[in-house]
């Protein structure tokens, strides 16, 4: 069973600092395009990050550009997003997901096709 699980969600003033993780089971995640997404209350889901499998295709949201990094741990199959400088408008619930292959990022949300749970984030003073 392909499964991912998040964690490291959490409330923080803005400014603040925060890396979630998500552990990948049943499947080699070096062989995925990975993502990042969040969706705040009221909003669509929206695309924050992505690194392809290679890790040679790199995207960022604009609104998180300079502030956030993704990243992967090959040795530990699990990948993670690194969120410094934390603003009120990041808050969210951020799923982490996979999709099999050669991707060049952004890779539209549809085309992945195993998600973790979602953890919530709150950036509140």
């Known amino acids: 069973q392909l499964q991912l699980v998040e964690s490291g969600g959490g409330s923080v003033q803005p400014g603040g600092s925060l890396r979630l993780s998500c552990a990948a089971s049943?499947?080699?995640?070096?062989?995925?395009?990975i993502g990042w997404f969040r969706q705040a209350p009221g909003k669509e889901r929206e695309g924050v990050s992505c690194?392809?499998?290679?890790?040679?295709?790199?995207s960022y949201a604009d609104s998180v550009k300079g502030r956030f990094t993704i990243s992967r741990d090959n040795a530990k199959n699990t990948m993670y997003l690194q969120m410094n400088s934390l603003k009120p408008e990041d808050t969210a619930v951020y799923y982490c997901?996979?999709?099999?292959?050669?991707?060049?990022?952004?890779?539209?949300?549809?085309?992945?096709?195993?998600w973790g749970q979602g953890t919530l984030v709150t950036v509140s003073s």
């Open positions: 690194i392809s499998d290679s890790d040679g295709s790199l």
């Open positions: 049943g499947f080699t995640l070096h062989y995925y395009a």
């Open positions: 997901a996979a999709t099999y292959g050669a991707w060049n990022c952004p890779v539209p949300l549809k085309y992945f096709g195993v």
